[in-house]
């Protein structure tokens, strides 16, 4: 069966970093583009970032640009969301997704996603 599996979340200050994992089982992840994408009490889920099967290119929502980075690790099965400089609405779910769009015509978003995980959970809070 096709499963990710985040990891990595917790409590941390403002200020602080949290490195997130995404992790597949089922099927090698270096054949799908994945993106990260958050819900936060109270809004609908949004896109944080999206990196390409090869590792070589990557978007990012632009709340979160220039604090937060993305890189993926095919040997090991594993996407990580770097997240720095947080901020209290950084608060949110985190969840991993896997898709078959070419990255060519690819727009990270949401509907575009086959396969997805179950979240981890950030709190950003002094």
């Known amino acids: 069966q096709l499963q990710l599996v985040e990891s990595g979340g917790g409590l941390v200050k403002p200020g602080g970093s949290l490195r997130l994992s995404c992790t597949a089982s089922?099927?090698?992840?270096?054949?799908?583009?994945i993106g990260w994408f958050r819900q936060a009490p109270g809004k609908e889920r949004e896109g944080v970032s999206c990196i390409s099967d090869r590792g070589n290119s990557a978007n990012f929502a632009n709340s979160v640009k220039g604090r937060f980075t993305i890189s993926r690790d095919n040997a090991e099965n594993t996407v990580y969301l770097h997240m720095n400089s947080l901020k209290p609405e950084d608060t949110a779910i985190y969840y991993c997704?896997?898709?078959?769009?070419?990255?060519?015509?690819?727009?990270?978003?949401?509907?575009?996603?086959?396969?997805w995980g179950q979240g981890t959970q950030v709190t950003v809070s002094s």
């Open positions: 089922g099927f090698s992840l270096d054949s799908y583009n």
């Open positions: 997704a896997a898709s078959h769009r070419p990255w060519y015509v690819s727009t990270c978003a949401e509907n575009e996603y086959f396969a």
